[in-house]
């Protein structure tokens, strides 16, 4: 009961935001006021250091080189034990995890305890390897995939895909270290509740190491930029683009009809969070799979109806990722810059907030979660986010739109007009086979919807760390989670991307700190997790 009167208090909030729409209009006022901040921090945390005349961002340099330390030191685990964690989100070793299978005792050990004797050690968490997999991926398969990958190849060209799928692919290890972390240090209260992610490794695992100043700065850190990322890329930017593909294909108009479609949005939004992980992870794991099936088919099917050109388009995405058109700012430097920039905002591999959904899984075995976590990147960015890459791609054959010539968030198209983010994506759909960009509607509301539920969950997870564990707490994180899925429909792409963008990034800067700190832990988590596998197949075969 206290929780439905919250969220009507809640929805009550937003009512003023409405019913005060001036004459210049309720979306432009919005996006006037927001504007400065988000440029100022888009600036702030992409502050670049210039390297043989080329200006980088710092924080990219951060994660490919973390991320390239991970992928050789644990042994090209993105690569090696990729069979391993799908088998583990199907369930084949969730016998040993619920210790459900008879061992010989002093027939193997792990690590010093042999393993008949580790039955009876902590079992907890809330959701299982497919929950929590489903919500992870819901809260990094969004519309990251769709318009950010429009948004890449209008900036950097096709070339900027290829660097995309690369970060993708090294992502993957440090996603697998991060998942680790956090589900070694996650805490858990008297009623079963988890609390974990990067808040706590880096607080708990560098006071381990005897930097405990250090790591409550960087726990601290993180969690307040987290907050910050959870009202923008999570939140803002998915109502954003949900409310401009709405907006133009049943062609609504009206100076607050963004503002309108981000209150039904947060109505539907507040229903699902006011329930907690297990609600989101119930919800996910049945959206998820969904949206996944239906945008996937779509695109394969574009894909494959236009199978001569799709050798074309992937001989551009490699050729113009190293020798780009003259027309693309920075060269070769600069399409990287953006395939690593927008793969970071898609996949958040190295960014740490997935490892908050992840430390919520059943298991007593931290790497476990680990194995099932590197599969994010690869199915968000090396699966998705290149389908929807060809499809912008053939769909530019002709030169629909000019690759480098960016104002505001949207391309240059060939009758001068400007289109950008997830209506360029649209409009490739639609070029491929008519009326298809219907379907996308569907699938970008999905996206989106399932993004926003789990992006709030990282964000309160975080607001707890910071402000404390109670009802009053929780209900002031959401009313404002709320209020940003109404303001992020109001704003422009360029405003919301600035914003966006920005907030996930820099949650790299703790996050990687931190994990460079704590990597010899999950080489540990790793090995012990390993040998209990080999000793179920050991007895299974004795």
Known sequence: MASRQSFFITIL?????????????LD??????????????????????TIYGYNIPIVLI???LGALFFTFYFGFINVKHFPTA??????????????????????????????????????????????????????????????????????????????MVMAGL???SSKFVECTLGV??????????????????????????????????????FAVLCVGASFGGGNAFQTNQAA???????????????????????????????GGIKRIAKVTEKVVPLMAVLYVASALFIIFSNFSFVDDAINLIITEAFTPKATITGGFIGVMIQGFRRAAFSNEAGAGSAAIAHSAVNTKFAASEGLVGLLEPFIDTVVICTMTAIIIVMFNMDGVFVYGDVINGQALMADGSRLGGVNLTSMAFDNAIPGSSYVLVVAVTLFAFSTILSWSYYGLQSWKYLFGRGKLIDLSYKIIFLIFTVLGAAITLDAVIKFSDAMIL?????????????????????????????GIKTVKTS
Do not use: C
């Open 13 to 25: 909030f937003f009512i003023p935001f409405i019913n005060h729409a001036q004459s210049k209009g």
């Open 28 to 49: 432009e006022q919005i996006n006037d006021a927001f504007m400065p901040f988000a440029t100022w921090w888009e600036s702030f945390v992409l502050s670049p250091i």
């Open 62 to 64: 951060l994660l490919l």
């Open 86 to 163: 799908i088998q583990v989100v199907r369930g084949k070793y969730d016998a040993l995890e619920v210790q459900q299978v008879e061992m010989k005792i002093n027939v193997h050990s792990v690590d010093g305890d042999i393993v008949d004797t580790i039955k009876d050690e902590s079992h907890h968490g809330e959701v299982n390897h497919f929950q929590a997999l489903a919500t992870a991926i819901s809260g990094t398969v969004g519309l990251g995939n769709i318009a950010m990958v429009a948004v890449a190849i209008s900036i950097g060209g096709p070339g900027a895909t290829f660097w």
């Open 170 to 172: 090294l992502g993957m």
């Open 184 to 221: 070694k240090y996650r805490e858990i209260d008297k009623d079963g509740h988890v609390f974990g992610g990067p808040m706590y490794y880096l607080s708990q695992g560098l006071k381990e190491k005897g930097f405990t100043v250090l790591g409550k700065i960087l726990a601290v850190s």
């Open 244 to 274: 401009a593909q709405i907006i133009s294909r049943f062609g609504i108009e009206g100076s607050a009809s963004g503002s309108i479609i981000g209150l039904i949005f947060a109505i539907f939004v507040g229903i699902v969070i006011i």
């Open 506 to 534: 820099a949650l790299v800067f703790p996050n990687m700190i931190g994990l460079l700190f704590l990597f010899p832990k999950v080489r540990k988590e790793l090995k012990k997790y390993l040998k209990a596998i080999k």
